[in-house]
Structure formats: C-alpha cells, structure tokens
C-alpha cells in the first residue's frame, strides 16, 4: 500500500497511505500536484507536492504489493485462521525462538513469502504484538538456536542487515507447535 510523507510550509508532516489514486485524489484536494506516472507500472510512483510557490518537493512511494509493511503483517497475525492458536501456543508462552519465528511465518503462509525480515523488523512486529524482543535477542535468535529454522540472504557481517526467511524445517516446527502439521509430515 502506498505511503506519502509530506512537508507542509507551515512544518507540519503529513503522512497519507492508501492506493495510488486514494493519495493522488488527497494530494489534489490538499494543493499537492500528483506527477503524471501510470500506477504499478514501477516499483515506485514519484508524487510532486508543491511546498511553497518555488519549491517542489518529490516523495517516493512504495506501490508494489510485494513489500508489506509491518502493520500489515501484525494485523495477519492478529486475524488469520490460526489466530487463537497463535495466541494459545506462541504468544501466551516465553519461547524467544517461536516469537522471533512467527513473523517470518505468516509472511510465508499470508504473503506468499515476497521477501525477508530483518531482526530489526522482526522486533518490531513482536513489539507491535506486545510480546517485546529486542532487536539484538532476535539477531542472537535468529544467528543461533534459530539458525536451523531460518534462511539468509547474505552472510552476517556487523553492521550490514541480513534479510531471513522462514526454511522448510521452520515451517514444520511452527505448523507442528501450532497443531496443524504432525512432525515429520
């Protein structure tokens, strides 16, 4: 879903999220002027916003479904079919590994696993979920214990961001500790 963060020229920030014509639809009605781009024809639509009579300020707004946000994924989370057994089995319980798990879960399960997670992201989400994990216990998760469960994009070097998905192996521990899958099958 795009986003659009907008600097008024009195200071104020506003930030409009909904479809490419939802925010270009806000922007006209608002004085912004939309730039003239076909919808989903990139991976990003340029919108121009004029600021002040000589200033045109130029925001980039996802528009591909292929980069969830983070609400979006807490909100599925929340509301898919296996919701009262997350809830059961993951959430009301202290394991760090399957609550650093979950969100790479859903986002294979609900969202055809379009990309990776960061540990910063995954923190996020599980302190979005009110079940906090620091960002560095779920690096730690993710580089350790959970290192059996889960795929990098890249080597993990200090500093630099690696992007996990959920492997096969994680799949089944989380199907099996959620009751819809018997070990092994």
Known sequence: MPKALIQLANGTS???EGSPEEVAKVLSLYGGKPAP??????AYAK??????????AQREIPVSSTNPDL?????LIKTCDEAEAIEAKILDKTSQIERTLLPLYIVHECLENVKGLTSGEISQVTKDLGIPVAQPNASRTLAGLGSRYVVGDKVRKKGQAVRYK?????LQHIKHLLGSEPIGG
Do not use: E, F, L, Y
């Not at 781009?37 to 990139?42: E, F, G, I, K």
């Not at 919108?47 to 045109?56: E, L, P, Q, V």
């Open 37 to 42: 781009s076909a919808p989903n024809r990139s």
């Open 71 to 75: 609400s979006q994924i807490v909100n």
């Open 14 to 16: 506003v930030q409009i």
């Open 47 to 56: 919108i121009n916003r004029t600021g002040s009579k000589d200033a045109i």
């Open 166 to 170: 959920i492997s096969r192996r994680g």
